[in-house]
């Protein structure tokens, strides 16, 4: 089963940046869309973006919209996120997570994807 692992959370200010990392265990260009989501306390886990096996289909949610930006390096097996602006609303675990579904009509659903990292936490605070 592929392996995810997140990494470069932490605690930021309001209005500063961030740039999270998912290591996989093997490539997935070609052959997994990456989906980045977020879970507050105390409320449901979130989409917030995703990018499609070879990069052509690209999420974002509307709340990090022009904020956010997702990519992906193939050599290095790593889809990063991008975060900008930061806003204290913003804190949450952040997972990253796989799935070799193709209706991307649905890949900021948590439900549609079937490998998950462990999270990293981010928190937004002065």
């Known amino acids: 089963q592929l392996q995810l692992v997140e990494s470069g959370g932490g605690l930021v200010q309001p209005g500063g940046t961030l740039r999270l990392s998912c290591a996989t265990s093997?490539?997935?260009?070609?052959?997994?869309?990456i989906g980045w989501f977020r879970q507050a306390p105390g409320k449901e886990r979130e989409g917030v973006s995703y990018i499609s096996r070879n990069g052509a289909y690209i999420g974002y949610a509307d709340s990090v919209k022009g904020r956010f930006t997702i990519s992906r390096d193939n050599a290095y097996n790593t889809v990063y996120l991008q975060m900008s602006s930061l806003k204290p609303e913003d804190t949450a675990i952040y997972y990253c997570?796989?799935?070799?579904?193709?209706?991307?009509?649905?890949?900021?659903?948590?439900?549609?994807?079937?490998?998950w990292g462990q999270g990293t936490q981010i928190t937004v605070s002065s």
């Open positions: 093997r490539s997935t260009s070609g052959y997994y869309t």
């Open positions: 997570a796989a799935s070799q579904r193709r209706a991307y009509h649905l890949a900021l659903n948590p439900g549609w994807y079937d490998s």
